[in-house]
Every structure is written in C-alpha cells, then in structure tokens.
C-alpha cells in the first residue's frame, strides 16, 4: 500500500481518537495550539510508518528569512522510510504562507544535515509532511483542490505536493459553527540523500 493510503488511514483513526478527546475537554477558548494538532497528527504517521522511531523538535541548523531555523518539527522513521514533518494551525492565511516556508527551509540545507544525523546509513525513501487544521469546509476544499477560496490562496509550493488531502473531525453543527478539519500534504524528499 502506498505511503498516501497509509497516511490517510492513520489520519483517520488520530481524527476519531481528536473527536473523543475534544469531546471530553475543550482546552482552549479559541483555536487549537500548534502541539495539540501536532501530536495526532504524529501519531498518524507513526502508525502509517509502522514505527515508534519519533523524534519532535529534531534541532538543526541552516539560514532562512533573515533567522536561524533551529528545529524540525518532527522525524518519523522506519528501516525503509522516513517522513520529516512541519505543523501549523492554520486559522489564517498567512499561516499556509509559513507552511511554504518551512517547505523551502526543509528542502535546502536542512535535508542534508539531517541526512547526515543517520548513523547507521540505511537507505530510506523519505518524504515531506505538512500538517495543518482549518475551521471551514471551503478552506479545507481550498488545500485539497488548490483553487482559491476568499482570501485563502494555496502557495504554488504547496500546489507541487505529490498528494493534498483533508479529513473532517466535526461537522457543521449550529449557528455560528463551521467545523473543523485536518488537512496535509505529502511530498517526495528527492534532495534527500541519506
């Protein structure tokens, strides 16, 4: 099964387990953190990759935008695969623009030190994972399709992702309430010479 079907699958059951969770506590007044996304969404992967091989907040080095981008979000990894994983919450658009940059920050110099990191030189295919959440169906439809919905504009980086997707964890339920959904794209690392 092709790592896209798998990701979905495990995607679908962190949703479920999301849904369960939030039904038991909300914790926050607004939006969700960036970690608490993060964290199903890292799950999934693992169970897609078949592994426990986590890392969060793998530290690197390399120059983007004027900053030190000192991290990764995450390294998922197996004997035959690898996934390194960007998040945001994306509850506006500006955020899908920082997904982008991670995106570029991940292709550059960041590929190759974490290539490097590897001390046992088993070969890995390797992909890139962009994690996001959104409150409305349009927006999530925006991600998957690439069109543009209002103000939202998918960034052309991400439109060149091997497979864009979304899942619902609510529906639109009563007057003011949207719903609320994950959405992700996968990409193939080929800078990635590990």
């Known amino acids: 099964m092709e790592l896209k079907e798998r990701v979905k699958r495990g995607v679908k059951a962190a949703r479920k387990d999301f849904a369960r969770?939030?039904?038991?506590?909300d914790p926050t007044y607004n939006n969700y953190p960036e970690r608490l996304v993060s964290h199903f969404y890292i799950r999934a992967l693992a169970q897609a990759l078949k592994t426990k091989s986590v890392l969060q907040e793998l530290p690197v080095t390399g120059k983007a935008s004027q900053r030190a981008d000192n991290h990764v979000d995450a390294l998922i990894f197996n004997d035959s695969e690898l996934v390194v994983a960007e998040f945001k919450v994306g509850w506006a658009p500006s955020h899908w623009e920082a997904l982008a940059k991670d995106l570029n920050r991940l292709r550059g110099p960041v590929a190759q030190q974490?290539?490097?990191?590897?001390?046992?030189?088993?070969?890995?295919?390797?992909?890139?994972?962009?994690?996001?959440?959104?409150w409305q169906p349009h927006i999530a439809e925006a991600w998957k399709l690439g069109k543009p919905a209002r103000r939202w504009t998918l960034p052309s980086s991400l439109g060149n992702a091997y497979y864009r997707d979304y899942i619902r964890v609510w529906r639109d339920k009563g007057k003011g309430f949207n719903g609320y959904y994950l959405t992700w794209a996968l990409f193939k690392f080929d800078e990635f010479t590990g």
Do not use: P, Y
């Open 21 to 25: 969770t939030l039904d038991s506590i």
């Open 114 to 134: 974490i290539a490097r990191k590897f001390t046992d030189k088993q070969k890995r295919t390797a992909w890139i994972f962009i994690g996001a959440d959104c």
